[in-house]
Every structure is written in structure tokens, then in C-alpha cells.
């Protein structure tokens, strides 16, 4: 059955003779739609003020394995039916069971038990993975000072299409108070202010230009053979870069654009030289073949060091997958708080960019530091 609801609206479903609810709370101009409902769940279709439009699936999984074991064939049949590998999917709530053994407070848990495997394999199979966290590990307790356990039964998880949607979204899970379970918090929008330039990112392949070395020498050169401080040392760097920027922006910007655009030329060449053989056409077959060739390295070598794959050495140019894992990788990498040593968290980007420069300062820059001398 299908609902179409505005306003403030409860909806609940039972979920075991132990009186257990999902209970979805929402408030315009968010518009929800009940797409399935079960003992063990709730998914709804959310409309977001007709911009943006995501699933949700509340997850309350029963205390039995065998139930548990029901609610992953039912996570997968979801997916199938309702086509959620296409679009942006957030699924939330008390699993109850780890995935992995880091998850148990317990160090006698040292291994993957079959309930953790079929947990992982059920994720495994429909691309979801644990959105980006803060607060603690452990969300669950027994609350038992004699044989005290600790958990992470509760998950946010996420699918790549989801971190398109909102790439800087993030989950907290907060104290428990009265409950015996964390709460989690999900935050769709936090943005950070971009600064007025973008910071320069050096790319190894780069170093594949065959004027790298000699434009490099040459900028330090003619920046200064010394640097004895930090200034003139941010000089010199400062002046490579440009000349850094020029080459990959004449050379290798829009890279799978050149690849895609070199591969046609080949194509093109090959039918040429097959109706036609002669030594122009196979040279230009064989030059182009070359540089198709070097421009799919640099393209691999793009998307390996952006996705941070480091245990792949050669890489298959799966550069759909690179792209997958750099989103997930960029979710991780952003920094949305600081917490002090005295207990107390900040959120502000101001306070957060005043607070890393004056730590960096007192690192760098002390009141009464040394000269280092830098040559080239």
C-alpha cells in the first residue's frame, strides 16, 4: 500500500512480540511514501522540497538469527524490486550483529563467525557500505559491571549513489542516555566554505613528462639556488607549481576525454591501413597506438592515486570503480570536527581553520625557531 503524506505523521510497524517499532517522524516540506513495509523494517521513498529524492530503509532486526537471516534475503529482494542499485539508498538502524571482529569489545572475538559472514556478504553483494561516522565505535552495551560487552550493532549505511547526492554527508552517533543503543544522527548538507583557490595537488604522473626534470631545474633555478627559511623555501615551490599546473593543464587536463578522443583516431587509422597499407598509414597506426597507449597510464595512474587503491600495482583501467572509491574515499577525508583535549567538540570551519593553523604554527613557526638552509 502506498501513502502520500505531508505534515507531521507518524508511522510505526511492530516488529516482534517484544513490542518493538519503527516509528518515522518527518515535517514539510519533506513528502514520504511507504514503500514496503515488514516485522523487521520500513522503507519509504523521501521527497525533499521536489529537489532532491533519496530511499530510506529502517532497519530493526530481530534478536533471532534465523529472523536475522530472513532480513538480509529481504535487503536484497528490496534491492531488486524497487531498483535501488539505480538510485541513492540509505539504510539505518539496529542490526544486531557485527560485521567484523573489531566490532566486540571482547578480545576472544578474533575471528569472523558465519553470522558476521553473511552480514558482510548480504552488504557485499548490494554495494553498501558504512557512511562516514563520528562519535563512538561501540553502540550498544549490556550494562552489566561484572561481564561488561560492548557493540557496534547499529549502522548508517550508504551506496556510491548516495555520496553523489550528498558527498559530505555524515552520521553521529550520539550517547545513549536511557537507552541501551546510540542514537545515530544523519547530516545531508554540511558544507564547508570552499577557499578562494583551490590547493595545488601534485600527481605522479607528472613525473611521465619527458620536460619534467628540465622545467623543474630550470624553476628552481630561477627562483634562487638557497632557501635558508621557510618563506623562500614556499618560493621556490610556489614557482614550480605554476609551471606545474601548465603542463598537466596543456597536456593532461580532460584526460578521459584525450584517451576517448586518441582511441577514435586509432580506430580510424586501422581502417585506413587496412584498406589502404601503406608506410604512412602503418606509422601513424604505430604512433598513435603509442600515445593511446601512454595516455590510458596516465589516466590509470589519475584515478589510482585519487581512489587511493595503493595494494593495486597495474590496475585494470576499471576506471568506473576508481571513480566509486574516490567518492568514498573524499567522504572519509573530510574533517567536519575537532574534538579538544579538554572534551569539548567544534563544528564552526571558521574556529576549525583557526585552530589547525595555530597548531601548525607552533610546530613551524615557533616564537624562536631555527634557520634551516635548503638547496637545491
Known sequence: MEKVCKGWKFTSNHLSDEDGRIVII?????EVRVLHQSRQTVTCEVNIANKIQFVFTAVYASNLREERTDLWVELLRLQQMFSLD??????????????????HSSSTVNGLSASMTELKDCLSQMDLFDLKFQGTLYTWSNNQPAGPIAKKLDHVLVNDHWLTIFPDSVATFLVPLPSDHSPSLVDLAYQLPKASTRPFKFFNYLTKHPNFHQ???ESWIQAGSFADNLKDLCWKQKIIKGDLKTINRENFSQIQERVSATNRLLQDVQVQALSDPSPITFQRERDLHLQWNFLRGIEESYFRQKSRVNWLKEGDLNTSYFQKVCQARASYNTIQSF????GDQIEDPIE???????HFQSILAPASSLHTVWSS
Open 352 to 358: 576549525m581553520s583557526e585552530l589547525a593553523i595555530a
Open 215 to 217: 622545467l623543474v631545474l
Open 86 to 103: 539505480t538510485c541513492p539508498w540509505l539504510v539505518g538502524g539496529d542490526f544486531n550483529q557485527i560485521i567484523h571482529p573489531q566490532e
Open 26 to 30: 518527518w515535517k514539510e516540506p519533506i
Open 339 to 342: 574534538l579538544l583535549d579538554s
